[in-house]
């Protein structure tokens, strides 16, 4: 693979399975130094690491939950004394509560709004400031800073039984709009990656269960689950100075999800 990240160093948060793990690994097979940020998950962080150093790649994992201004600050902190530069933030971690409206608990309304959106925005505003103080340095990109958020399809389509979910992607998108608007003339980059239904432990009740996967595929019209290394690609060439004019925009990496595949034959 070609070296486009050579020098740079990415932080991808959520980091120790599913997507997070495969943009970790190609972001180090790029040669980005790649820090491994995760929540629990020690071990599965150890294995992207372990992934990473099997490619001869560099990094390390941290733990930090994205949701805690505390521990951002203290990883934010260990990337600045550990590399000289940091380059690329990654904003990956989500999780899902799901519920019917009638029966989410504030709890869980707020759990998923505080690590999938408010967790993007305390990540972000760390990574910001550094790449404004820092600003372009030639020899590493032709931008000051990239910033890659993991949205989803539940951006645009949305989702019965996950308003929270589809509430934070919704807001996660006009956040992105918004913030690369404002940090674009700095050079900043900022733009988001929109997922279909990707193999992952986030969704495993749906895939390990071969009815549930039959139906599913009735929403994707390409016919067939996406891998991580999918996703990945496409985070990979958004950070690379490859997509150096693309700014404040969505990629959709979904088989067609967003087509309205039930209009096929209908309507
Ligand atoms: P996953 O469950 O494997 O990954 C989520 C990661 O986020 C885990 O590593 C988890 O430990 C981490 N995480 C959760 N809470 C955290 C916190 N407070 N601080 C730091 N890390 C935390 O699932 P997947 O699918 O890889 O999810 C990654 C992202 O992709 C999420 O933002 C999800 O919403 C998004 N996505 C996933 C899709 C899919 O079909 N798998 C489709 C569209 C979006
Ligand atoms: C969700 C997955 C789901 C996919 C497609 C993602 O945002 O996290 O659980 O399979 O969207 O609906």
């Known amino acids: 693979m070609e070296q486009s990240l050579k020098n740079q160093v990415a932080l991808v948060t959520g980091a120790s399975s599913g997507i997070g793990k495969g943009v970790a690994i190609f972001l180090a097979k790029a040669g980005a130094k790649v820090v491994v940020n995760y929540h629990s998950d020690e071990e599965g962080a150890n294995d992207t690491i372990k992934q990473i150093k099997a490619i001869e790649g560099e990094g390390f994992a941290i733990k930090a939950d994205v949701g805690d201004p505390d521990d951002v600050e203290r990883m934010f902190d260990k990337i600045f004394k550990t590399y000289d530069n940091f380059d690329i933030l990654v904003s990956n971690a989500g999780i899902q509560k799901d519920a019917p409206f009638e029966e989410m608990t504030l709890k869980d309304w707020n759990l998923v709004i505080q690590t999938n959106l408010t967790g993007a925005f305390i990540c972000a505003q760390k990574a910001v400031k550094y790449f404004l103080k820092r600003g372009v340095v030639k020899d590493i990109s032709k931008s000051a800073g990239k910033i890659v958020f993991m949205s989803s399809v539940h951006q645009e389509i949305p989702w019965a039984g996950h308003i929270n979910y589809a509430a934070a ?74 997509s150096e004019y693309v700014n404040g925009t969505t990629i959709f990496v979904d088989g067609g999800m967003t087509l309205y595949p039930g209009f096929i034959g209908n309507g």
């Open 169 to 242: 992607k919704g807001g996660l998108t006009e956040f992105m709009r918004t913030l690369s608007q404002e940090v674009a003339n700095k050079l900043i980059r900022v733009n988001s990656v929109a997922p279909g239904a990707i193999k992952t432990p986030i969704n495993e009740s749906v895939w390990k269960d071969e009815k549930k996967v039959k139906e599913l595929l009735k929403l994707i019209p390409y016919n067939r689950l996406g891998e991580p290394e999918d996703v990945a690609e496409v985070v990979l060439w958004l950070a690379s100075d490859k």
